[in-house]
Structure formats: C-alpha cells, structure tokens
C-alpha cells in the first residue's frame, strides 16, 4: 500500500530558527511528489512539485528536496507568517488522486 | 494561473435537507476533479474522484447516494450533500487537476454546518 509519512507532527521555532520538515514515503512507483501549505479554513495552496531524486526547488524562504525514500521542506530564518500545516503528497501513477500526508504544523513564534 | 474557486464558501442548512456545493476550474479545463472532506485539526479525506462524462468513482465508505456527485463540463464539478444530518457537518475542498500534470489545485473550501 502506497504511504506518505511526514514528521514532526508538530513543530514550534522562533523566528529566525531554521528547521526542516520531512516527509518520507513507501509507493510502488513515484510519478511526482507535491508540497502544499494549508492555512486554518482555507483550502490548501500549492508550492512546489518534485520529479527526481537530487531536484531541489525553492521559494522565498522555502526549499524542497527529494531522496529516494524521502523529501524535505527546508525553512530557513522562518516569520510568523509562515506558520501553517505543510502538506506532503505523491502521485503514484496515471489519472489516480495524490496520497496525501497528515501533514506537519508549523508555529513560527515573534 | 491553475485557479479554482468554490461556492458557497459556507452554508447552513436543517437536518434532511439537501446542500450542493459547485467546483469550478476558472483558467483551465479539468477532466478529472476531486472531492475531499476534513474535520478539524484533521488531515484531508477523499471522498471521490469526478471525470467529466462518467460516473464519479468513490473511496471506500462514502455513500455514494448521499454524496451526489456531478462533473457535467470541463471546468464544474458539482457535490450535493442529499438529506443532510448533523454528522454532516465538515468543511469540504475539492481540487482539479490541469490535463497532463500532476498537480492537483485546490478550491478555498466550503464549511457546511447541518443543525
């Protein structure tokens, strides 16, 4: 069965304290691996997508990475207004829905 | 570009009566839209994927005649919550996905409360 773990569930930083996100997965074969931020009550946004392991891809204070087994959602001197749950997910094969993560949230403290 | 917009963005309603919720890709044409529901402090849950043309395909556990699901054009997909009880209650997202990608693009979400 296709998994997406991600970890910690949980994570509180300062601002300014850089930190990563991990999100690691089992799947049968990987077409795509996807990170979103979801606000409270909003839908959740997209922010990068991954193809092969060694890709990095990176936004303003956010950079994704991917392994083999693995990505990880790099924060680096993070602001308040980053806190939000990431979202890790993978596509597997053809048309099929992604496979989501529980998600990590972020609390980024002034 | 890759919008998707929901309507209503919330929405009351009394036990037993039936609540639609449209999806809609507004910059570019979806042949397949998903329907997710979520509790609080709670990850999303995949209720159905909709392809335009043909019958939704819906995950294991969803009612398939309470949660109606129409994808009648290539940029609106329709759930209509059928006799809607309180246990109902959730807010619900749906997402399309832009032929020939993998990214799927979320709706901003509709809260439905059934008192």
């Known amino acids: 069965e296709d998994q997406v773990t991600q970890s910690p569930e949980a994570l509180r930083l300062q601002e300014g304290e850089s930190s990563s996100l991990n999100c690691s997965y089992t799947?049968?074969?990987?077409?795509?691996l996807f990170w979103y931020r979801q606000d409270p009550g909003k839908g959740p946004e997209f922010l990068f997508t991954?193809?092969?392991a060694g890709e990095e891809k990176e936004k303003e204070r956010l950079k994704a990475t991917l392994t083999k087994k693995e990505s990880f959602l790099h924060i680096t001197a993070p602001k308040p207004e980053d806190s939000a749950t990431y979202l890790c997910?993978?596509?597997?094969?053809?048309?099929?829905?992604?496979?989501f993560g529980k998600g990590t949230r972020l609390s980024v403290i002034a | 570009g890759a919008v998707v917009s929901q309507h209503p963005s919330w929405v009351i309603c009394k036990s037993g009566t039936s609540v639609k919720i449209e999806c809609r890709s507004l910059?570019?044409?979806?042949?397949?839209m998903f329907w997710y529901r979520q509790f609080p402090k709670q990850s999303l849950m995949l209720m159905a994927t909709?392809?335009?043309?043909?019958?939704?395909?819906?995950e294991q556990g969803v009612e398939k005649d309470k949660f109606l699901i129409n994808h009648a054009s290539l940029t609106l997909s329709t759930l209509t919550v059928t006799s809607a009880h309180p246990e109902d209650s959730s807010f619900y997202i749906c997402?399309?996905?832009?032929?020939?990608?993998?990214?799927?693009?979320f709706g901003p979400g509709t809260r439905l409360t059934v008192l």
């Open positions: 997402s399309a996905r832009p032929p020939g990608r993998g990214e799927q693009f």
């Open positions: 799947v049968s074969g990987l077409r795509g």
């Open positions: 991954l193809y092969s």
């Open positions: 997910a993978v596509q597997v094969s053809g048309n099929t829905p992604l496979v």
């Open positions: 910059d570019f044409q979806a042949t397949t």
């Open positions: 909709s392809n335009e043309g043909s019958k939704a395909t819906y």
